[in-house]
């Protein structure tokens, strides 16, 4: 159970380390495989042209190329075209010094050809690789696994049980009920209901993350907490494919950590569903890490675009991105911003 001290403490400098990982392999990927440098160290291209040259994908190059302005490699230009930055030219090999010799001491860490190959194909060679969180179609997932739906919902409780209650402080306080789609162990869900104690909620999610919902939800109401015995009688754990079953209607539709996870179509098409769940008046939040509107940064979330490249259909998207489907969907956008922790932050639509 989270106490005080634990709200407090931003966690972010421990998921930043986490994630610079996948930051390191897009970088010496870009130098000493793609030869981002070599290739802009002519003049400046649009993000479509050195995508074009570089032969890369939409998912890859909106992963790369946000990354490389943001370690300040790269920037836009007033001309909107992509330019190497004075330190970006130690990287590149017409420069004396550079850093090229350097840097490529690591290049041929597995885990940066690895990063190579999959910016190449846009994933993995195997593609039943690259699939974690993620139930699309008849296919194999390892969400409708025991063992493996068991290890990713607790892999994601500290984060779960850490964020939901600053999460669940910023939605709306409303009588009603809240439908928490993918909604995984459940806490954003405990959380909310304890704020907002004549209301209901359900959790939708593949049956065998569900069961380990449950198992947390009988803990979440034994805590002690005051309020949370009343929590469980309020809580439908709803099994479905949110693909592709009817989105039950709700008041509050809550999509955490879901979209980075579908490439930018089926995030237009999961808006949607989700805007036709919506009671009129209803409300569609998403908690999630933003790229910047202008795809430049920041560092923290350009490092995990690049983990949820690696491991989901996914990468992180800009607010900007969000608001077009939300908008396409039917819902009224809000420009609010709300930080939580850990790089997250809420946005929100009206339907
Ligand atoms: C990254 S987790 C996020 C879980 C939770 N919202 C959180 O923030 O802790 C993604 C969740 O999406 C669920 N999911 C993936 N594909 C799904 C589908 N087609 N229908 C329903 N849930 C799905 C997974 O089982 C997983 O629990």
Same mark, same amino acid.
């Given at each position: 159970?989270?106490?005080?001290?634990?709200?407090?403490?931003?966690?972010?400098?421990?998921?930043?380390?986490?994630?610079?990982?996948?930051?390191?392999?897009?970088?010496?990927?870009?130098?000493?495989?793609?030869?981002?440098?070599?290739?802009?160290?002519?003049?400046?291209?649009?993000?479509?042209?050195?995508?074009?040259?570089?032969?890369?994908?939409?998912?890859?190059?909106?992963?790369?190329? /946000?990354? &490389?302005?943001?370690?300040?490699? *790269?920037?836009? %230009? #007033?001309? =909107?075209? !992509?330019?190497?930055?004075?330190?970006? @030219?130690?990287?590149?090999?017409?420069?004396? /010094?550079? &850093?090229?010799?350097?840097?490529? *001491?690591?290049? %041929? #860490?597995? =885990?940066? !050809?690895?990063?190579?190959?999959?910016? @190449?194909?846009?994933?993995?060679?195997?593609?039943?690789?690259?699939?974690?969180?993620?139930?699309?179609?008849?296919?194999?997932?390892?969400?409708?696994?025991?063992?493996?739906?068991?290890?990713?919902?607790?892999?994601?409780?500290?984060?779960?049980?850490?964020?939901?209650?600053?999460?669940?402080?910023?939605?709306?306080?409303?009588?009603?009920?809240?439908?928490?789609?993918?909604?995984?162990?459940?806490?954003?869900?405990?959380?909310?209901?304890?704020?907002?104690?004549?209301?209901?909620?359900?959790?939708?999610?593949?049956?065998?993350?569900?069961?380990?919902?449950?198992?947390?939800?009988?803990?979440?109401?034994?805590?002690?907490?005051?309020?949370?015995?009343?929590?469980?009688?309020?809580?439908?754990?709803?099994?479905?494919?949110?693909?592709?079953?009817?989105?039950?209607?709700?008041?509050?539709?809550?999509?955490?950590?879901?979209?980075?996870?579908?490439?930018?179509?089926?995030?237009?098409?999961?808006?949607?569903?989700?805007?036709?769940?919506?009671?009129?008046?209803?409300?569609?939040?998403?908690?999630?890490?933003?790229?910047?509107?202008?795809?430049?940064?920041?560092?923290?979330?350009?490092?995990?675009?690049?983990?949820?490249?690696?491991?989901?259909?996914?990468?992180?998207?800009?607010?900007?991105?969000?608001?077009?489907?939300?908008?396409?969907?039917?819902?009224?956008?809000?420009?609010?911003?709300?930080?939580?922790?850990?790089?997250?932050?809420?946005?929100?639509?009206?339907?």
């Amino acid at each position: 159970m989270p106490n005080s001290s634990t709200i407090q403490l931003d966690l972010a400098p421990i998921t930043r380390h986490l994630r610079a990982m996948f930051g390191s392999r897009l970088l010496l990927a870009a130098v000493h495989h793609l030869h981002v440098f070599d290739e802009l160290s002519a003049g400046p291209l649009s993000l479509s042209e050195i995508s074009n040259r570089l032969q890369l994908s939409e998912r890859p190059a909106m992963v790369l190329f /946000p990354a &490389l302005c943001a370690m300040e490699l *790269l920037h836009y %230009d #007033d001309a =909107g075209k !992509l330019r190497i930055t004075e330190l970006g @030219r130690y990287l590149t090999q017409d420069q004396t /010094p550079n &850093l090229t010799g350097y840097t490529g *001491l690591e290049k %041929d #860490d597995l =885990g940066v !050809l690895e990063m190579v190959t999959r910016l @190449r194909n846009d994933g993995p060679l195997d593609a039943s690789e690259g699939i974690s969180f993620v139930k699309e179609g008849e296919g194999p997932s390892p969400m409708d696994d025991t063992k493996l739906a068991r290890k990713f919902t607790l892999g994601l409780a500290g984060r779960a049980r850490h964020l939901s209650p600053i999460v669940a402080a910023n939605i709306s306080k409303r009588e009603g009920h809240l439908l928490d789609v993918a909604g995984g162990t459940g806490f954003y869900t405990y959380e909310w209901l304890l704020n907002n104690p004549t209301s209901t909620a359900t959790v939708l999610d593949r049956p065998a993350v569900l069961a380990v919902a449950a198992e947390l939800l009988d803990e979440f109401s034994r805590s002690g907490r005051p309020g949370a015995d009343r929590v469980k009688a309020r809580v439908t754990l709803a099994p479905g494919d949110m693909l592709t079953d009817v989105i039950p209607q709700t008041d509050i539709l809550l999509a955490a950590s879901l979209f980075h996870d579908w490439p930018t179509p089926t995030c237009q098409t999961l808006a949607n569903r989700f805007a036709s769940a919506l009671r009129p008046g209803g409300e569609l939040w998403v908690h999630d890490a933003f790229l910047n509107d202008t795809l430049d940064g920041p560092l923290p979330v350009t490092d995990y675009s690049a983990q949820l490249f690696w491991g989901t259909k996914g990468r992180c998207y800009s607010r900007s991105e969000y608001r077009i489907w939300f908008t396409q969907a039917g819902l009224q956008p809000t420009s609010e911003n709300i930080p939580t922790q850990m790089d997250y932050g809420l946005i929100w639509a009206r339907k």
